[in-house]
């Protein structure tokens, strides 16, 4: 059954988590509208309402998802005037981003290329095959559109609908573009050498991302090898020398390191442990500051 | 590969979890019984044992599944006299429900219009297309029905097979109808106005949802806009006003509200906030009672 | 759309836990280059860097899996010099093993049958059908082999490609055969009568599995509805009596019970409560010594 064409997927995120059937439903409402069409769970453990790691967590997707749509929910202003849309991208991978207009989805259509068209949605759901006649739905609250507005949407749009059924096309300079405060990039400090930057990201495994790159590490001259002495100004300030490696195992048990993560962007790490327990657990937006350490070159 | 006929499904519910292997192993059955049948999770995070909390998640899940058949497995009992069974329901949506005679799923055999069929599950489970050659299978022990008994069952089920070769037939009315303790509905309190109705569920986001529809609220004078005072008489006991609203982003920062669920039931809820945690944390089963607010009319 | 022919899956297992993305980006990875193939989570919560635990889980998975590849990643030393492997297995069930070679699949291979062939992956990844182009990707750390080697070769060889295009065959003797300290057989212990053997497996519902089989339990004089005294040398030191059972719900409230567990193997359990909390709280590897208990037969 394989061929060589893309199989257009739908791609999901939320902050539903699993405790609950949330994601259950919006899945079987994708099922029963584009039976056949591949569902592909990106996460629904976003923290409740945090559209900003949401918008964060489609980003660092982006660069592996194929044809489809994405199809994203972290709607803490359902029901209310905040509208819904769907954002048609340039470039390849997804060409739909559907949900709220929060601030979600704008950060991933640029990652993927830029915003071709966005379409605010109707009210009143799409139809579509499959459905089930639901009389009762009416007496149901307005604080599902996941499952009532978003999913149907999304089902319509990867079965190749034409977005003029969905909604009225809008400037997308009209679109919330951000969520929460903006991402501060990262920056030279003075005296310097020395970098500053915002904790982006914690994982699992407690390695931590900082909105930098390598090369802001190159230009401060803490090349691989090189010790930086990493501090978080807090309060409570809290501080570690660490080393710039490549992976994970270059690092001595107990040693904090710095690395280019998975995503292209600079990380604290430790060897098989918590680089955030090393550190006194930051949280995303801390400020990281980064200098050479004086003590020069690690020992070989 | 769309078409308009539905394409039956099989839709899973447990109390498994995900930190151990039991969800994928009967995924991986299911596959190799029923392959290309998708199966959808509708959750398997129900606490522990919790048979009650089962059968209303697939009660609350109901209205959203299309044909197919429902796989659910909170089985305290497994290997007991406990019956395994098969219940046919009236109606659309999911034709088959298959897991123990518990209670679990009377309920939303109900909610899909009714019992039409009960069959009683023979011990030898079905064997299938798919199936693997296990010799070693009957050293193991009797304790995982879902992976050995009800699975396969539902494999069969789903395919179409004639409920006639997993078991005999028997009186619906010899079903387990319901677990635990039968739900108290919401009744009018004296003296009043005043209604009292117990915690039927605390989702994710710390909503609480009660055993009670919007027209008690509409009953007791509460109307839209109106404030009540909701009170968990514990102990301890504890009490908040609330105002009723429609959606989430209709409260203030620090509000309670009282607004109609997106199953349809009353919920108590704050704007992206817990009110689980606004309410000293209330569990399910306590009883919560609101009456209107002597302070009247909430301000504009 | 069923036929008698079974359908190759791709089985994944990791670390990855699931509040990042990760285990969603390698879903993406594995439907672009193999459309079309059902991809079976057997679960993601191994606890982090835990090799030996995840070769636990993947073991008791096989008796349970069809045709096709299973995609593991427990990975600590990604990125250093451990090398990643195809594993073909002799037998049913699937027929390759893909991830690093650190212990994590060679009990797995064991239990399938035998290793019939091994070949070490080269590092640049596949190519394959429905690939994104992605020229920034380069730029991208050496961290996440799931998603850049492993899940690419998984896709190729469900897809039957020939493994000479992925490495080349090495000598199976020198694959890595297990991880962490090894696992110590049960024993009979003296002065007997008495077994001791090591915790393998605490399920989410308390369950203490033993690397113990029934028979040691019936070569002690330990039968069906028997009792023994199980204890926990620690320290600290934990003792209780237990009854040999069939099932759960043989026991009485607040009793311990030995059973037969789904995999076939010796558990500690009660009856809708955790016999972990029952006990103690022992951990994974902590030995427990079983014995006939003094007092003879349990009362009818």
């Known amino acids: 059954v394989q061929t060589d064409d893309p199989v257009p997927a739908v791609f999901f995120l939320s902050d539903f988590g699993t405790a609950d059937e949330f994601v259950g439903i919006v899945h079987s409402v994708l099922h029963s509208r584009a039976p056949g069409v591949p569902v592909i769970d990106l996460g629904h453990e ?7 790691a949401g918008a964060s967590m489609l980003v660092r997707c982006a660069p592996y998802l194929s044809p489809g749509v994405v199809l994203a929910v972290v709607d803490p202003g359902v029901g209310s ?28 259509a640029r990652a993927l290329g830029g915003v071709q068209r966005a379409v605010v949605l109707r009210r009143s759901p799409p139809t579509g095959s499959g459905e089930r006649t639901e009389s009762a739905g009416e007496a149901r609250g307005r604080t599902f559109d996941g499952r009532d507005l978003f999913a149907p949407v999304a089902a ?26 903006a991402v501060i990039a990262a920056r030279d400090v003075t005296p310097g050498p020395g970098l500053e930057a915002p904790v982006t ?14 090369d802001m590490l ?21 501080s570690a020398p660490a080393r710039r490696v ?5 690092l001595d048990a107990g ?9 292209g962007r600079l990380a604290l790490a430790c060897c098989r442990a918590s680089a955030a327990d090393h550190l006194g ?14 003590q020069g070159e690690a020992p070989a």
């Open 281 to 294: 657990s930051p949280v995303v937006g801390e400020t990281v500051r980064i200098a050479p350490d004086e």
């Open 46 to 52: 976003v923290p409740p309402y945090d559209v900003a």
């Open 201 to 214: 990201w914690i994982d699992r495994f407690g390695n931590i991302q900082i909105e930098a790159g390598p």
């Open 255 to 263: 040693e904090l390191g710095l690395l280019v993560d998975s995503s």
């Open 218 to 238: 190159d230009r401060i001259g803490v090349d691989r090898g090189s010790r930086a002495l990493v501090t978080l100004p807090g309060p409570p300030c809290r």
């Open 81 to 108: 005037g905040r509208r819904g849309v769907a954002i048609e991208t340039i470039g390849t991978g997804p060409s739909w981003l559907v949900g709220p207009d929060n601030g979600l989805l704008v950060p991933m």
């Open 246 to 250: 490549d992976v994970f195992d270059d």
């Open 156 to 181: 319509r749009l990867v079965l190749g609908a034409p977005p003029e059924e969905l909604g009225d096309e809008v400037d997308p300079e009209t679109l919330v573009t951000a969520a929460g405060t």
